[in-house]
């Protein structure tokens, strides 16, 4: 298939996006800076100068037979004062608007319209059950979000035969990035515990599950709501101890509900908000869970950084062979193990409290190659170490790595 997809470099979308083109989908990306998703992009895609003021360019739906809509401002990023709470709608609403029109106009050949929304649609609910047919709740985020559907009705009335899932995803859990990224900063240094009382529920999902969903509901899923999230939700409580128990961390006393609300102002809504959903019709429509309860998640992700251990991974595409970039990346003094043509790890065994590991592995793909670097790595003094400069460590790589990703794109875009 040829997709059309927005937010593609957000959490989910390079994921999904790796995913469709490793079995040979073609992807259309629509950006708002096209030189930096192509460095950032792990998957080969045709990328178009878009946001969501303008108008979607004819060209992008040319050919396309199915569209996944992700973008939108990241809503827990920044406090919530009245510009942007406007932009967090604005992206969303008026986003979609843009791309529903330019479907009915340009997209001819496109079956089916995968939109991404969120759980933030039901509000506070305390402990009732709800599913994709419980009703709309109260709120900011629950009024943007019903919006924000309800800009797919002209697909419904105009395009009848078209398929149009609405995924809304819970709390996506990913080792980097997304809630679980920003939490674990504090929890390695066993300085957080659980929030107020810990009996609010957590709708979650595992990332690898919520990629499965949404190629799940390009496939096959029918038109409707389906309930991006894990089969049993669970208290921040239960959260909060899984979370310690696979990091192997001490869990710290309670974060009182007043001090949420100073830190986080509005936003608090959704920080210490109780919202129980369960995916009825989500398994109705044949899709199997991965991870199915906050136990089995948590391990799968944190078991790798028991021990003070940091792990992170940097992915770009290259429209080039492995051949090629050998020589480019090729020079490690102290090399661990060289498994050609695929691997290579580099390691020192001294200068990050005995452990440091870089592993480069090139994955064809899509006629070019995935780049992926993979560093692990223990600060000296452990949580004395990490508390004094793992913040410096970790930007410092930042920079390394994107330094190399232009060094990268500026070497062989013209492959």
Known sequence: MRILMTGATGLIGRELGKALASRGDSLVCLVRDVSAARRRLPFPATCHAWDHTRAVPAQALHGVDAVVNLAGEPVADKRWTTAQ??????????????????????????????????????????????????????????????????????????????RVPI?????????????????????????????????????????????????????????????????????????????????????????????????????ADIVIGSTRVEPMATRASGFRFQFETIESALENLLAPLRGG???????????????????????????????????????????????????????????GTLLRDTVRYRLPARWLGALAGGGKVASDLERVFDRRARMIDERFKAS
């Not at 919006?147 to 105009?158: F, G, K, M, N, S």
């Open 85 to 162: 709470k406007q932009l967090i709608s604005d992206s969303r609403v008026l986003g979609t608007q843009q791309l529903v029109r330019a479907v009915l106009e340009h997209g001819h050949g496109v079956a089916a319209f995968v939109q991404g929304s969120a759980i933030g649609y039901y509000g506070e609910r305390g402990d009732e059950r709800l599913t994709a047919s419980s009703a709309k709740g109260s709120g900011f985020a629950a009024d943007f979000v019903k919006a924000w559907e309800d800009t797919l009705e002209p697909l419904a009335t105009q395009r009848p035969r078209m």
């Open 167 to 267: 995924v809304r995803t819970g709390v996506v859990l990913a080792r980097d990035g997304g809630a679980l990224g920003k939490m674990l900063p504090m929890f390695r240094l066993s300085l957080a515990g659980q929030l107020a009382s810990g009996k609010q529920w957590m709708s979650w999902i595992h990332l690898e599950d919520i990629i499965g969903l949404f190629m799940h509901s390009l496939d096959a899923a029918p038109s409707g709501v389906l309930e991006g999230v894990a089969p049993q939700p669970a208290t921040n409580r239960q959260f909060t101890k899984a979370l310690c128990r696979s990091l192997g961390v001490i869990e710290n006393v309670p974060l009182p509900r007043p001090a949420i609300a100073v830190m986080f102002g509005e936003r």
């Open 309 to 367: 251990v940091h792990l992170r991974v940097w992915e770009q595409w290259v429209a080039t062979t492995e051949a090629d970039l050998r020589p480019f990346l090729f020079g490690a003094a102290n090399l661990k193990a060289w498994d050609p043509p695929r691997r290579f790890i580099d390691a020192r065994a001294s200068g990050f409290g005995a452990l440091w590991e870089h592993t480069h592995d090139f994955i064809p793909m899509a006629g």
